[in-house]
């Protein structure tokens, strides 16, 4: 009996630890549960064979298949390159871990997806290898953004060196307008010219100067354009910023049909703002205009910017007939780095810094757009002092 008794106790005691380590596996596993349900990272877990056994749901978000999409697949074939994903994976095994600080997966979408990557080798308490764990944390827009800023960076450049050029250009430009001056008066003073020639070559001089002009102007844009400047708020009349703005986008609009329409009131539209600023944000916006245009490719592109007096307020649209901007994108056009166009059309900056501008001129940028048949840019700045 007293052995019945003893053997009694001892299962007793057996169930309670029992007992015990059931609700303490089912802690630990709702804590796993918790935490694949509710990080922002890939986290996954392998066989030995490197099939799916588990997936976050942060996983999903990062790549956009479901538990149900993938379960049971090979991780590698998610990823953009299934044998360096293997090899990453078989250094985990043979190491007890692996890090690769960028490695490319391929998303629902058919985009690239760039992680952070740390792999795990899995192994039970005999000491056997039962699979691999893999924490991935998604640096695509941090790699954006280093991107993103070398093309910046680029870009400064090529603006000290079109600057520089600019004031090469200028001195030859200065020499040929003093020689066409010099022409000028010889063709004046010669004798035993018929004039019938000496018509034609004061045309050729007249031209020569009116292109050497032009060519001065157009450096002298680009220098002003391109020069930083700090901030100021003068008084000028934004009608002749905005012609002045078109002309230097004449370029863009060569060989084009596209019209560009200024619709003002008769009397001048002075206004006291920052006009650097506001040349950078016009250019920015007709040009974005023009490129929607030409994607659209209509018989006649029409760019049409109003201006009118509201109280103490200046109302400015920029309309167009272009493409337009798709409906699941018009939330986010205004997001640094953000672009609607092909990849080498765009850096996504334009409308960011627009929006900044207006910000610090105190105004406000909105816009409304169609699909397929245009958008127009609603400026407010303040006119007032």
Same mark, same amino acid.
């Given at each position: 009996?007293?052995?019945?008794?003893?053997?009694?106790?001892? /299962?007793?005691?057996?169930?309670?630890?029992?007992?015990?380590?059931?609700?303490?596996?089912?802690?630990?596993?709702?804590?796993?549960?918790?935490?694949?349900?509710?990080?922002?990272?890939?986290?996954?877990?392998?066989?030995?064979?490197?099939?799916?056994?588990?997936?976050?749901?942060?996983?999903?978000?990062?790549?956009?298949?479901?538990? %149900?999409?993938?379960?049971?697949?090979?991780?590698?074939?998610?990823?953009?390159? !299934?044998?360096?994903?293997?090899?990453?994976?078989?250094? $985990?095994?043979?190491?007890?871990?692996?890090?690769?600080?960028?490695?490319?997966?391929?998303?629902?979408?058919?985009?690239?997806?760039? @992680?952070?990557?740390?792999?795990?080798?899995?192994? %039970?308490?005999?000491?056997?290898?039962?699979?691999?764990?893999?924490?991935?944390?998604?640096?695509?827009?941090?790699?954006?953004?280093?991107?993103?800023?070398?093309?910046?960076?680029?870009?400064?450049?090529?603006?000290?060196?079109?600057?520089?050029? $600019?004031?090469?250009?200028?001195?030859?430009?200065?020499?040929? %307008?003093?020689?066409?001056?010099? $022409?000028?008066?010889?063709?004046?003073?010669?004798?035993?010219?018929?004039?019938?020639?000496?018509?034609?070559?004061?045309?050729?001089?007249?031209?020569?100067?009116?292109?050497?002009?032009? @060519?001065?102007?157009?450096?002298?844009?680009?220098?002003?354009?391109?020069?930083?400047?700090?901030?100021?708020?003068?008084?000028?009349?934004?009608?002749?910023?905005?012609?002045?703005?078109?002309?230097?986008?004449? !370029?863009? /609009?060569?060989?084009?049909?596209?019209?560009?329409?200024?619709?003002?009131?008769?009397?001048?539209?002075?206004?006291?703002?920052? !006009?650097?600023?506001?040349?950078?944000?016009?250019?920015?916006?007709?040009?974005?205009?023009?490129? $929607?245009?030409?994607?659209?490719?209509?018989?006649?592109?029409?760019?049409?910017?109003?201006?009118?007096?509201?109280?103490?307020?200046?109302?400015?649209?920029?309309?167009? %007939?272009?493409?337009?901007?798709?409906?699941?994108?018009?939330?986010?056009?205004?997001?640094?780095?953000?672009?609607?166009?092909?990849?080498?059309?765009?850096?996504?900056?334009?409308?960011?810094?627009?929006?900044?501008?207006?910000?610090?001129?105190?105004?406000?940028?909105?816009?409304?757009?169609? !699909?397929?048949?245009?958008?127009?840019?609603?400026?407010?700045?303040?006119?007032?002092?």
């Amino acid at each position: 009996m007293e052995l019945i008794k003893e053997l009694e106790d001892k /299962l007793k005691r057996v169930k309670q630890e029992l007992s015990s380590h059931k609700i303490e596996l089912h802690q630990t596993r709702g804590y796993l549960q918790c935490i694949l349900q509710n990080t922002n990272d890939m986290i996954f877990a392998t066989d030995v064979d490197g099939i799916l056994v588990s997936f976050s749901k942060g996983g999903e978000k990062v790549l956009g298949y479901t538990w %149900n999409e993938i379960g049971g697949y090979p991780i590698k074939e998610l990823s953009a390159s !299934p044998e360096e994903f293997q090899e990453a994976m078989e250094l $985990a095994e043979r190491q007890g871990s692996a890090v690769r600080l960028e490695f490319p997966f391929k998303h629902k979408n058919g985009s690239t997806v760039y @992680c952070d990557v740390s792999l795990i080798s899995l192994t %039970n308490t005999k000491g056997q290898r039962v699979g691999t764990v893999g924490i991935c944390r998604d640096i695509t827009e941090w790699k954006k953004l280093q991107d993103e800023l070398m093309r910046i960076d680029r870009l400064a450049e090529i603006g000290r060196i079109a600057s520089g050029i $600019a004031h090469e250009i200028n001195n030859p430009l200065a020499i040929i %307008n003093e020689v066409a001056g010099w $022409a000028d008066t010889v063709v004046d003073d010669a004798e035993g010219l018929k004039e019938e020639d000496r018509r034609e070559l004061k045309k050729a001089i007249n031209d020569i100067s009116e292109q050497t002009r032009r @060519c001065r102007n157009i450096t002298h844009q680009l220098l002003g354009f391109v020069r930083p400047t700090p901030p100021e708020k003068v008084s000028f009349d934004l009608y002749k910023l905005l012609k002045e703005t078109v002309e230097f986008l004449k !370029p863009e /609009l060569k060989y084009s049909t596209i019209e560009v329409v200024l619709d003002f009131p008769p009397e001048a539209v002075l206004i006291k703002s920052d !006009p650097k600023m506001l040349e950078q944000l016009f250019v920015n916006l007709i040009t974005n205009a023009i490129h $929607a245009i030409k994607e659209k490719d209509p018989e006649k592109g029409i760019i049409r910017i109003k201006a009118r007096r509201m109280d103490d307020e200046l109302e400015i649209l920029i309309e167009d %007939n272009g493409i337009g901007i798709p409906e699941d994108k018009q939330d986010k056009i205004f997001n640094l780095f953000f672009t609607t166009k092909p990849p080498g059309k765009g850096t996504g900056l334009g409308l960011s810094i627009c929006q900044n501008i207006i910000n610090k001129l105190g105004g406000s940028i909105g816009f409304e757009s169609t !699909p397929g048949e245009g958008t127009t840019f609603r400026l407010i700045l303040p006119y007032k002092e």
